[in-house]
């Protein structure tokens, strides 16, 4: 392909379910050379395969039909490539969805679906021969849970992105890729990168980080939104990649939002862990990460350092787990511990013992306060969910045990919600495997199959954090005041873990933070992870420090009966809870 200086990649998904026109909008907003989408996370492919038991022949994401009915024709005008894992447990469905689409449209683009993460029915394969697919938070392994997986997908890394491409594709349709590959596959085409340009490699890998979730990185769940301008629905981003991997975050002119430096830091954040950022084709090095303002609207991302890949691959299983139904009461004026009291006691007894179940969680939400001034200000809720392999037992006889005391119950007593059914839940279950079971390829839908070139691997042993300088007490006067006065959040899920990540908006706010918000100074904000392993890591380059909160959301969002199990408030939560900060980080001038 011809030489250039930059790729403009666009996003136009964050998840499946994301604005249908927001295709349309990167198509038609300005200039761009490939349109991406991302359509999964864990639930995602759980979803789908409900899907496909509903009509067997889907498990792909269909809205994405939809969009391409409005771009495709503009796509391939302009020369704009189309890369997306919509494929999800069925990308050569999809592809052959689209090639029928294209023939509606009098259109004929070469397109290509990827193949190779699907182990469902390679599960007994692999551990007859000594991967026992152990659970990455309990260690437990597959074979010894008992349980019977409905789904198994190995993260395959861009390099069949790559390969689809540099073989002709107009369309590249993958299945469960991690979502930055939707980035690095393209930019590899484009600049002829190597398999260990590792540094490259590890930048477009940020690049891709931050602009799969789409509006998130224009201003979505920020927390300083109300600085923002407000014109409408947000924009969604746009990655500018250089040949040597670094990268301008940006958008269209005109769309709401804005890209600032911090909107791409609460990005960086998100959903990650250790700064050792584990992909299938690289380790992106998150600490070594530098964001500098290139404009209005415009985030440079440099410096980004790369390690070879790891010697595993990721593995996303879920099974079904059982069934569950929820009720919830709400508890008005006085005495709201002993109403909630009675409800427990009467459910117990109705249905011989709560602690007859698989699992009884009873949560008291107290959001009421004394002498209110309107009904909804005096009210609290006690949510009840049970959960319980046989059908049988939840669902209509917990619908019915409510009902048995329902004019016989606590003063004031109504439901705000109560299920009729239960609803199967299913559980994530992550594992590893050896990156050399996997056997990716490329199929083009006029015939030919492509191997997919495996990079060099590298066994990980973990991150290597350099060790910290000595924190040093602030003498300085403090005053109570919210977290979230000199530092913005944003957390998200990871499985079973939550994450939470910090920044400071200036030099010395991160100094203060870093001193004062360490493991046991978080625990004391975050009561719900009394006995939890928590893990700190710090970003000095962000001004910012993450944890990890290991267990907070039980088996992954399908399963939790956590009110956010996905934890998308929870660094919103700690940045409300007081705390002593030094009255000079609380003028205007630093905290802006």
């Given at each position: ?113 990827i193949e190779g993460d ?205 069934y569950r139904s929820s ?266």
């Amino acid at each position: 392909m011809s030489k250039r200086e930059i790729l403009r990649i666009a996003n136009c998904s964050g998840y499946y379910g994301d604005r249908l026109s927001a295709a349309r909008e990167m198509v038609e907003g300005g200039p761009i050379d490939v349109l991406t989408g991302d359509y999964l996370a864990e639930l995602t492919m759980l979803i789908l395969a409900k899907s496909r038991q509903r009509k067997p022949g889907t498990g792909y994401a269909t809205t994405f039909l939809t969009q391409m009915e409005q771009v495709l024709g503009t796509c391939l005008d302009r020369g704009i490539k189309i890369v997306t894992n919509a494929g999800g447990l069925n990308p050569a469905g999809l592809a052959a969805e689209l090639g029928l689409l294209s023939e509606r449209l009098g259109l004929r683009p070469r397109i290509a679906h990827i193949e190779g993460d699907d182990l469902l029915d390679r599960i007994p394969e692999l551990q007859q021969d000594g991967h026992p697919l152990a659970n990455l938070s309990t260690a437990q392994t597959l074979a010894a849970a008992g349980v019977h997986p409905v789904t198994a997908n190995a993260y395959l890394g861009g390099w069949g992105i790559t390969a689809a491409l540099r073989g002709g594709a107009d369309i590249v349709v993958c299945p469960r890729v991690t979502d930055a590959s939707l980035v690095v596959g393209p930019a590899a085409w484009a600049f002829d990168w190597q398999l260990d340009d590792w540094d490259r490699l590890a930048g477009a890998v940020v690049a891709g980080h931050v602009i799969e979730c789409g509006a998130q990185a224009t201003g979505g769940n920020y927390s300083f939104f109300d600085e923002l301008p407000w014109r409408g629905p947000l924009g969604y981003p746009i990655a500018e990649i250089a040949a040597d991997g670094s990268s301008v975050i940006t958008k269209h002119p005109g769309t709401g939002g804005a890209v600032t430096v911090e909107t791409v830091t609460a990005q960086v954040l998100y959903e990650t862990a250790a700064p050792d950022y584990l992909n299938p084709d690289v380790i992106a090095r998150f600490d070594t990460v530098e964001l500098s303002d290139a404009g209005p609207d415009r985030v440079r991302i440099s410096g980004t350092r790369g390690l070879p890949a790891p010697e595993t691959s990721k593995v996303c299983i879920n099974y079904h787990g059982g069934y569950r139904s929820s009720a919830t009461f709400v508890l008005t004026g006085l005495n709201i511990e002993a109403k909630a009291d009675f409800v427990t006691r009467a459910l117990d007894q109705a249905l011989g013992g709560l602690d007859t179940f698989g699992e009884a969680d009873v949560r008291l939400l107290r959001t009421d306060r004394a002498d209110a001034d309107s009904a909804p200000g005096a009210e609290a809720r006690l949510k009840v969910t049970l959960k319980d392999p046989d059908e049988g037992r939840v669902g209509r006889p917990f619908f019915n045990a409510i009902g048995d005391f329902g004019m016989g119950g606590y003063p004031g007593m109504w439901i705000d919600q109560a299920d009729r059914a239960a609803s199967a839940y299913g559980v994530y279950w992550p594992a590893l495997v050896p990156a050399s079971v996997l056997n990716p390829e490329v199929v083009f839908a006029d015939g030919p199959r492509l191997p997919v070139p495996a990079p060099p691997l590298k066994a990980y042993d973990g991150y290597r954090a350099t060790a910290p300088t000595a924190n040093t007490p602030t003498t300085d006067e403090t005053v109570p005041a919210p977290l979230g006065s000199v530092a913005g959040a944003r957390s998200g899920d990871k499985g079973g873990d939550a994450n939470v990540g910090f920044w400071a908006r200036t030099d010395d706010g991160y100094a203060w933070l870093r001193s004062c918000l360490d493991v046991e100074a978080f625990r004391n904000l975050l009561t719900e992870a009394t006995g939890l392993a928590i893990d700190r890591y710090e970003l000095p380059n962000l001004r910012a420090l993450n944890f990890v909160v290991h267990g907070l959301l039980g088996d992954g969002v399908a399963a939790s009966t956590r009110p956010d199990p996905q934890a998308k408030g929870l660094g919103e939560y700690l940045r409300s809870r007081q705390v002593e900060i030094p009255r000079r980080l609380l003028t205007t001038e630093a905290v802006r």
